[in-house]
């Protein structure tokens, strides 16, 4: 994943949002990008960010996958709020299986679908 510490342009950005299967709480003890990501929206003021949120297309509906990937971008978007940045700052977009990266079924590949990735804009 990369996780660079910049965001030097407009553009993706994926970072390691750990979720438990099918689920919509964040793992935060193996989420420590989170507080990076907190960092730099409290050090530019100027950025809002895309959540879009997407989920592997191994089990379940479509329309089960959107509504799991919306709860995701909203958790990670509230808990970004509950740290002090704006809700106008933070957009989420849930994706659900629309935009894989990967099509295979390995669990090292199906961990790489079930992403966030955050879409840096100014306003």
Do not use: C
Not at 51 to 66: C, F, I, N, P, V
């Amino acid at each position: 994943m990369d996780r660079s510490p910049d965001y030097p342009h407009h553009g993706h950005r994926r970072y390691g949002i750990v979720f438990r299967p099918d689920n919509t709480s964040v793992v935060e003890k193996d989420s420590p990008i989170l507080g990076e990501v907190l960092k730099y929206l409290q050090e530019n003021p100027h950025w809002t960010v895309i959540l879009e949120s997407h989920k592997s297309s191994t089990d379940g509906s479509s329309r089960a996958d959107l509504e799991i990937t919306d709860k995701r971008a909203r958790t990670v978007a509230s808990w970004l709020e509950a740290h002090g940045i704006a809700a106008a700052r933070l957009q989420p977009k849930a994706l659900g299986r629309s935009k894989p990266i990967t099509e295979k079924d390995t669990p090292q590949e199906i961990q790489r679908n079930e992403r966030i990735e955050l879409v840096k804009s100014t306003i």
